[in-house]
């Protein structure tokens, strides 16, 4: 059936107009919808009948905000005309300005726009737990519909600039203390009450407030100056990259200094310089990107539903499996930790036990939740308590035998409806269920540490596994607040196989000459959190060793082979884990270079023997980036050619959740496609004729570059899903 949409007006018999918008599901503000509401207003303010207006929102949700696919059409044409003429022609002269009074009921949500136009009202009504906030920077733009200036005069300044800079949202019963929402009242009454204050507003009962016209929450000029200072430190401090974080203090501040109008003209004016950003094409790619992962052909549109998972069964209480335990019992599963001897089990039991307690000292978490997830754990040290699990997920080192050893175990003690995943997160799958006759049943699970924290879940699926049971694991991974995104079955699966090369270039320039340092502090200028050098203490050397031969069997063809990580063991550095590595690690304090380390890359200089003519290389920050980030680029392209993944953005999403690639980028491979495929193709080529075939382009690249495709235009005959 086609959804419903549009804009309705009922006038009662008590004169009052009640317009409601339907769009479905968040009632976005589509063109046609601002339509719609400029042309019910003008009614409304026209008729005799209508004495006052209430507007609300179809189906429980107030509204999610302006269509943020209009952004992906001016992003994909660069033609600005479709953004309507909206904060001063429907928002301040046909609703702030009215002579009718006009109130808002809030149900559900009222976010961006949403929350702007309910701001332009005269009262706003609402019913408990709405959801209200001004999200905008989150997609690289400003509210843009007036909320900049509404906003601080509703809740004050230093409040509203908190929620505008951190796209934080409040509930309506907060919202009800800082002044936002008038009254609180149970939904059934949602309507009446609204009606009813509209009218005590027409015969005086009620006060007939206009937000854009106070000034009683914004105080003196220096105490606004004294706010938007700290503003500033606080953007510079959480966004430094980001044009919209600061832009918007300087529209507030324009209204602050010349009036709400002025700002609101500023607001419009900068809106329209913000849409076409880089930043913000990244961004709104990056939202539709992540709900696209839900979509998974042959999945979920194959009519099943998912399977209650009440119970599970997670196998080694490392990092890894502790903190999935921890995903798990604060989504209130109940879970059987398994380990194989007292010490490590109660080792896995006080790491689950920390990372919760952490949580509740960041104030995450209550006191309470935390003791009710805590009584959902049992630690176990065998297989009795595994008859009535739903599903396992084993997370233990990667060997491959241990692996397969336990899933032949598996099968004998699990329920036949059980699913058996792994986390591992190299080993193809087909191998770890080798020795069983449950691959239907078999499927990947792969976290990204620490796995309470990390919201990227790979799902791996291999020829075998059934849509049941990547149906059931992916709402597992909603209800546990991860991102599931189902990938097939290869060495790395998606993201570690796209990201090998990052570490091996890395190593590639130290050991060309390039100060490692400085690589890693050009990565980070970039935008990502850590250098190759610093992820790589952070996961731990051992654990690069460990996995280094698995990647070298399938892609030995392209791949780098440095001694660094081995002497670097030699030396007693472990990396974080032992407080020594690239970087030195003391309690309390932040990671330090440490020089003494530069004798080991020396030595592996002397190794390799690849610096031309035996002197290092001079590389500028650019060419840095390039010589590290394109081979990944051409992982990229390879994992896109053989289907690894259903849909391109979905190894943008990956990325961005699983490697901390900068979500403003838009993820790897839409900022591959921003640079453009011939410039990196033809820069690999240049670094492939001078370096050798670490960087050599590969084949989808090469075709992409030479026909014009962009990287992200799959053709998807070659697909593992
Ligand atoms: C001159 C122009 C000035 C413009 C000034 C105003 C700017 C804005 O208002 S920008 C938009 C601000 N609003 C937001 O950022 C809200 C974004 N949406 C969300 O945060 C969430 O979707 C949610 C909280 C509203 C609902 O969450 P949930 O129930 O989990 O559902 P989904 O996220 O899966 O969304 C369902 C469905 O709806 C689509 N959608 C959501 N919001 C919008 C929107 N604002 N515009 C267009 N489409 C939206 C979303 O893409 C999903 O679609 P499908 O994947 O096709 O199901």
Redesign the pocket.
């Known amino acids: 059936m086609a959804k419903k949409i549009g804009v309705t007006m009922d006038v009662g018999n008590d004169g009052v107009a009640v317009i409601t918008i339907s769009n479905p ?2 009632n ?2 589509a063109s046609p919808i601002i339509a719609g509401l400029k042309e019910k207003f003008r009614d409304a303010n026209q008729r005799n009948d209508v004495r006052a207006i209430v507007l609300t929102g179809n189906n429980g949700r107030f509204c ?6 209009v952004f992906q059409q001016v992003h994909k044409t660069g033609d600005l005309s479709v ?5 001063v022609d429907l928002v301040c002269n046909l609703m702030e300005d009215s002579r009718k009074p006009l109130v808002a009921a809030v149900e559900g ?1 009222a ?4 929350l ?1 136009l309910a701001m332009a009202c005269h009262a706003r009504v609402s019913a408990p737990k709405a ?1 209200l906030g001004l ?2 920077l ?2 690289g ?1 400003i ?3 007036g909320g900049t200036q509404r906003l601080p005069r509703l809740v004050g300044l230093a409040k509203a600039t908190d929620m505008i800079l951190l796209s934080k949202s409040i509930s309506s019963e907060e919202g009800q203390k800082l002044g936002l929402i008038d009254a609180l009242v149970p939904p059934g009454e949602l309507l009446s009450t609204s009606r009813k204050w509209a009218l005590d507003i027409a015969d005086g009962r009620k006060p007939f407030l206009r937000s854009l016209h106070r000034t009683d929450k914004i105080g003196s000029l220096s105490e606004a100056r004294a706010i938007l200072k700290n503003s500033r430190q606080l953007a510079k401090k959480i966004a430094p990259k980001m044009p919209q974080h600061h832009a918007v203090i300087e529209v507030i501040e324009e209204g602050i200094v010349h009036g709400g109008y002025s700002g609101v003209l500023k607001e ?1 004016e900068v ?1 329209r310089q913000l849409v076409l950003s880089d930043t913000a094409k990244g961004l709104v790619h990056v ?2 990107a992540q ?2 992962t ?2 998974v052909p042959n999945v979920t549109d194959a009519g099943l539903k998912p399977r209650p998972i009440k119970k599970v069964a997670v196998i080694g209480g490392g990092l890894m499996g502790s903190g999935i335990a921890t995903a798990l019992l604060l989504s209130n599963i109940r879970v059987v930790l398994k380990e194989i001897n007292p010490e490590y089990l109660m080792k896995g039991i006080k790491t689950v036990e920390g990372n919760i307690k952490g949580l509740v000292s960041r104030g995450k978490l209550t006191q309470d939740k935390a003791g009710k997830a805590l009584s959902l754990l049992k630690g176990v040290l065998d297989y009795t308590e595994f008859k009535d699990v739903d599903m396992v997920i084993e997370a233990v080192i990667e060997n491959i035998q241990l692996k397969q050893n336990i899933f032949k175990e598996l099968e004998k003690v699990c329920p036949p409806h059980c699913i058996l995943a792994s986390n591992t997160s190299t080993i193809d799958l087909n191998v770890i269920g080798e020795k069983t006759n449950s691959k239907d049943r078999i499927v990947g699970a792969h976290f990204f540490s620490p796995a309470h924290l990390m919201t990227l879940l790979e799902i791996v699926r291999s020829e075998n596994t059934s849509p049941q049971v990547i149906l059931d694991l992916m709402a597992v991974g909603k209800a546990i607040k991860k991102v599931p995104v189902v990938v097939g079955n290869c060495i790395g699966f998606a993201v570690n196989r796209t990201f090998f090369p990052y570490t091996q270039a890395a190593h590639m320039l130290a050991n060309l000459g390039v100060d490692l340092f400085r690589i890693d502090s050009v990565i980070t200028s970039f935008g990502l959190p850590l250098g190759p050098f610093q992820l790589g203490d952070l996961a731990g050397h051992g654990i690069g060793l460990a996995v280094g031969p698995i990647y070298a069997k399938v892609y030995g063809d392209r791949m780098f082979r440095s001694p660094l990580t081995e002497l670097l063991l030699k030396s007693g550095r472990n990396g974080k884990i032992n407080g020594r590595g690239y970087y030195i690690y003391e309690k309390g304090s932040k990671p330090k270079p440490d020089p003494s380390v530069l004798s080991v890359v020396e030595e592996s200089r002397k190794l390799t023997n690849i610096m031309p003519g035996g002197k290092p290389i001079s590389v500028t920050d650019k060419e840095i980036v390039e010589m590290i980030l394109f081979p990944v680029v051409n992982e990229a392209c390879r994992v896109l050619d053989e289907g690894v993944v259903i849909r391109a953005s979905d190894l943008d999403i990956a990325s961005v959740l699983g490697m901390s690639f900068p979500s403003y980028r838009g993820g790897i491979v839409f900022w591959a496609d921003m640079i453009g495929p011939k410039y990196i193709y033809e820069r690999l080529k240049e670094m492939s004729e001078t370096y050798g075939s670490f960087f050599k382009p590969s084949r989808y690249l090469e075709e992409r570059a030479t026909k014009g495709m962009p990287l992200s235009e799959l053709k998807s005959s070659r697909s593992r899903l």
């Open positions: 599901p968040v976005s503000l999610g905000g302006f269509d943020i696919n953004m309507p003429e909206v904060s949500l976010l961006g726009g949403g702007e959801q999200p905008e989150t997609l733009v509210p843009g519909f419009a809106f939202f539709f709900r696209a839900s979509k």
